[in-house]
């Protein structure tokens, strides 16, 4: 018989995450469910851990990888997994992420509730390498926004952690995500949110890792985020349902605006990694995008600019 839940699994060169990962889907309360797990071209002991679990735990935990242990990109080996999933529902994790014990439950009750949901996600806790809660001002840090009109939030900002949603499978196109975008998760949800109703859970069910191996810290990100950003703009801003809203041009602008927000940030990264070039061409981007954002927030340009100045100057005092 068929699982009610797919939960699949991108894994690559997480192994130090895998078990704790891989134990915190298996504890769930929901115990519907199957591991659909692809390793895609691990090279540390990915792979042999995900064969033991398949091995514990047999036609429960499915593990597959790319032929000769090709690397073909986290999009890539999800919509994979996505392929090979039996379940009415799926769920994304990610191989360094962890979920909360009643994650799934909690979900399963929001789309019982209502047969027009199509996608549920929740919240997530941001938490180190070690698993230690990242706080501010003493507080945990939580990752994720429950929107009354998510399309528009979603212009402006990913509020949906994508080790946390789960869509109904009938719902999602095959391949599910587009694997020329950095950010292909965020433009499936948007697409979805088109076209399907989507709840949020205000509430961390997950546990969403950030070490420096992670995929939001890479050097891709800080260099061309905001060029993939765009493209990915310009691909949702053209599809019908969008096109039809009276406030488009309103959103158009907002989105704008929250880009030229993230190409600021993303030139305070690039200039603290000492990637000068990308931090210059960030502030170009803010400002074209929309002049106003960084004008409004001197200290932060100014903090950008001395940062990337700084090593310029050492340079030259050699």
Do not use: C
């Amino acid at each position: 018989m068929s699982p009610l839940v797919s939960v699949v699994i991108a894994s690559y060169n997480h192994d130090r995450f895998l078990r704790q990962n891989l134990d915190s889907v298996l504890a769930q309360t929901h115990r519907d469910l199957e591991i659909v797990a692809v390793d895609d071209g691990s090279t540390d002991g990915s792979l042999a851990t995900l064969q033991e679990y398949a091995s514990q735990h047999p036609g429960r935990v499915r593990v597959f990888a790319h032929p000769h242990g090709e690397n073909r990109g986290i999009y890539a080996t999800l919509n994979r997994a996505i392929a090979e999933a039996r379940g009415e529902y799926i769920a994304v994790q990610g191989s360094d992420d962890a979920w909360l014990p009643r994650k799934l439950e909690r979900q399963l009750e929001a789309f019982a509730a209502d047969p027009a949901v199509g996608a549920v996600y929740a919240q997530a806790y941001l938490v180190d390498q070690s698993g230690a809660h990242l706080r501010t001002a003493g507080q945990a840090q939580v990752y994720g926004r429950v929107a009354d009109d998510l399309v528009a939030t979603l212009l402006e900002y990913n509020v949906v952690p994508a080790m946390s949603i789960v869509y109904r499978a009938v719902l999602v196109p095959s391949p599910a995500f587009a694997e020329d975008l950095l950010y292909a998760d965020w433009d499936l949800n948007l697409r979805l949110a088109l076209r399907t109703r989507m709840v949020g859970i205000a509430e961390p069910l997950v546990l969403y890792r950030r070490h420096a191996g992670a995929v939001t810290y890479t050097g891709a990100i800080v260099r061309d985020g905001i060029a993939h950003r765009l493209a990915l703009l310009g691909r949702v801003l053209d599809y019908p349902e969008l096109k039809r809203r009276p406030d488009l041009p309103r959103l158009r602008r907002a989105a704008r605006a929250a880009a030229a927000e993230h190409a600021l940030h993303l030139a305070g990264a690039a200039a603290a990694l000492g990637d000068r070039a990308s931090a210059w061409r960030n502030v170009r981007w803010a400002f074209g995008l929309a002049p106003g954002v960084p004008l409004r927030r001197p200290r932060e340009l100014g903090g950008v600019t001395l940062a990337a100045l700084r090593p310029r100057a050492r340079e030259a005092a050699r």
